[in-house]
């Protein structure tokens, strides 16, 4: 469809657009044309009216005659066979409105003297449908700017949900990574407990696969991915991990990226807590403030044990994500102080709506 008649908005400044054409037209059929200025007032808003839209179909044949790929001999044929027929037309409607107008007081032998300017009128009803062919070309390249930009926005989206599915898909086989490696030192030192772990393990894993390509999902379930994280480690360090949890009730419904804390939970039981002989702590704390969802975890670390081989994927994946979704609007920082190691993240709050 005509992108001007799609709304009547553009329709209407369309139209306004053709106000001073119609002026022109009224000076051109009074003043050389002999008409009285009545006369010419009245039959030029009728024709202009009419030849707006006529000049519309030009879109068409601009439409099939792209600038950048018709040649010069079809571009000039098309548009000069489109003028004189338009024209024509145009020519052709004016005689009918003379003999019509004709029998109106006011209009007495307007047909014979509208019949001397119909040279006039024909070469002026050409130059306006070029001027039209003209209009349309602007049109049809602000409408190919706006579909490449368009295009372009597409991308971009699509490149970022797949950034998220691929760090997404990093999560787990990290997780895993560690967990078998757990199972296999205490498979040689307490073989229930490596059994415990592994129930445990899959109930955690069944729970994360059942998330699917949700691309957030609420804090109060992420807390609950987090506890089922937790029921796996404990089985290895009993007592030594500790965890303190202080989580305001208004942040439970905010939306978060699924397994967003779970790589932060493991980064300071596997470098926190693991290092340390009598064990260590892990606190949580999550608020909603001015519009923000501010997530701090902290753990205590010992800053003179050697540091261990990493991949890097846990934390790095939890900044990579963040950045991906919410871009300049999160935060993500990370921070020691003595034998005190802190990850701080603040992101945009998400409600779900949820139907009623």
Not at 3 to 12: A, D, G, V
Not at 28 to 51: K, R
Not at 62 to 83: N, V
Not at 189 to 218: H, N, Q
Request: net charge neutral; glycine share 6%.
């Amino acid at each position: 469809m005509h992108p001007i008649l799609t709304q009547l908005r553009r329709l209407l400044f369309y139209l306004l657009g053709w106000a001073p054409l119609a002026g022109m037209l009224t000076y051109l059929l009074a003043v050389p044309g002999g008409l009285t200025w009545l006369q010419a007032t009245t039959v030029s808003i009728i024709l202009c009216l009419l030849y707006a839209f006529v000049c519309l179909a030009a879109w068409y044949p601009c439409l099939a005659t792209p600038l950048e790929k018709a040649s010069l001999p079809r571009f000039f044929s098309t548009h000069i066979i489109g003028a004189i027929l338009a024209s024509g037309l145009w020519v052709l409607v004016a005689r009918i409105l003379g003999r019509m107008l004709a029998n109106v007081e006011g209009f007495y032998g307007l047909s014979y003297r509208l019949s001397q300017d119909f040279p006039l009128l024909f070469g002026t009803g050409v130059l306006l449908y070029l001027l039209a062919v003209g209009f349309h070309y602007v049109l049809l390249s602000v409408e190919a700017s706006r579909d490449a930009e368009a295009r372009v926005m597409q991308a971009s989206v699509l490149a970022r949900d797949a950034e998220l599915r691929a760090l997404k898909a990093q999560v787990n086989p990290h997780f895993l990574f560690n967990s078998l490696n757990s199972i296999s030192a205490l498979t040689t030192s307490d073989a229930p407990k490596a059994r415990e772990m592994c129930v445990l393990l899959g109930d955690f894993l069944r729970r994360t696969l059942g998330l699917g390509e949700k691309s957030a999902i609420a804090l109060d379930e992420e807390m609950s991915l987090v506890h089922a994280f937790l029921a796996v480690e404990k089985i290895r360090y009993g007592a030594r991990l500790q965890m303190e949890e202080s989580v305001d009730r208004e942040a439970l419904q905010a939306q978060v990226p699924p397994l967003l804390l779970q790589p932060l939970v493991e980064n300071a039981v596997v470098h926190g807590v693991a290092n340390l002989v009598d064990g260590g702590w892990i606190k949580l704390e999550a608020a909603r403030r001015d519009g923000q969802l501010s997530i701090v975890v902290e753990n205590l670390f010992d800053p003179e044990a050697p540091p261990r081989r990493r991949s890097g994927v846990g934390l790095a994946n939890v900044r990579q994500r963040l950045h991906a979704r919410y871009g300049e609007q999160a935060t993500f920082r990370t921070s020691a102080e003595g034998s005190c190691f802190r990850v701080a993240i603040s992101l945009p709050v998400e409600i779900q709506e949820h139907a009623s």
